[in-house]
């Protein structure tokens, strides 16, 4: 069975901490994506990766960055955590070639209150 | 495509009725169109996906959707919904020769009454 992980799936945080949130996907899959999901907003991606060491910033980079040492791990970071970055955080996989590209693999996410 | 619309936040539906959810996008060009669902807790998984050919398309779980170039339109339906479909519904879509990027709506909650 194919498979996301995210490493947390609840994580509470301090203002102003350094937040790390893990993905890990075992289907050999080239693109990896972040997403922040809100009520009413729907999906907004933060960041894309479509290789190793490779990045894209998406619809709302600004306070997020990203890692991609390993082809199977993305890892999204908050330099410096805020209220309004409380949220689900989603991370997707998918191949690289159209249109697989648009068929993504979640994760499970991970709620992420900064108090 | 420039933005997606899933007309309801909410339906509610009593068991074993059958349920439509609207999408529309707004697009002058060729585009892909997906639905994915999110059940409580959930990520989210790939329901069905119209690329081209037939405009009806058929997804897991017994649901289907309905492509309609002029309305701009892909809408979901199930003819006799189960307590199992209670989930989050997103449609989201990419313009063919786009970059990677999908355009996602802000979903709608399946709720369904016993």
């Known amino acids: 069975d194919v498979k996301v992980t995210q490493s947390s799936r609840y994580l509470v945080k301090r203002t102003g901490e350094k937040v790390f949130l893990e993905c890990v996907q075992d289907?050999?899959?080239?693109?990896m994506f972040w997403y922040r999901q809100d009520p009413g907003l729907g999906l907004r991606l933060i960041y894309f990766?479509?290789?190793?060491?490779?990045?894209e910033k998406g619809d709302i980079p600004e306070g997020y960055s990203v890692s991609r040492e390993k082809k199977e791990r993305f890892s999204l970071i908050l330099e410096s955590a805020s209220t309004n970055q409380t949220s689900m955080y989603l991370c997707?996989?998918?191949?690289?070639?159209?249109?697989?590209?648009?068929?993504?693999?979640f994760g499970p996410g991970t709620r992420l209150t900064v108090t | 495509a420039q933005s997606v619309t899933q007309l309801d936040s909410q339906v509610p539906v009593f068991e074993e009725a059958p349920v439509e959810l609207r999408c529309n996008y707004s697009s002058s060009v060729s585009v892909y169109l997906f639905w994915y669902v999110q059940y409580p807790n959930q990520g989210l998984q790939l329901l069905l996906k119209?690329?081209?050919?037939s405009t009806l398309v058929k997804g897991i779980n017994g649901f289907e959707a309905e492509f309609n170039k002029s309305q701009t339109s892909f809408h979901l339906r199930k003819p006799s919904v189960h307590i199992s479909d209670t989930a989050e519904y997103f449609c989201?879509?990419?313009?063919?020769?786009?970059?990677?990027?999908?355009?996602w709506g802000a979903g709608t909650k399946l709720i369904i009454k016993p």
């Open positions: 990766s479509y290789d190793v060491k490779m990045k």
């Open positions: 119209y690329l081209s050919g």
């Open positions: 989201a879509v990419s313009e063919v020769d786009s970059n990677y990027q999908l355009i």
């Open positions: 997707a996989s998918s191949r690289r070639d159209r249109p697989y590209y648009y068929e993504q693999y």
């Open positions: 289907m050999d899959h080239e693109n």
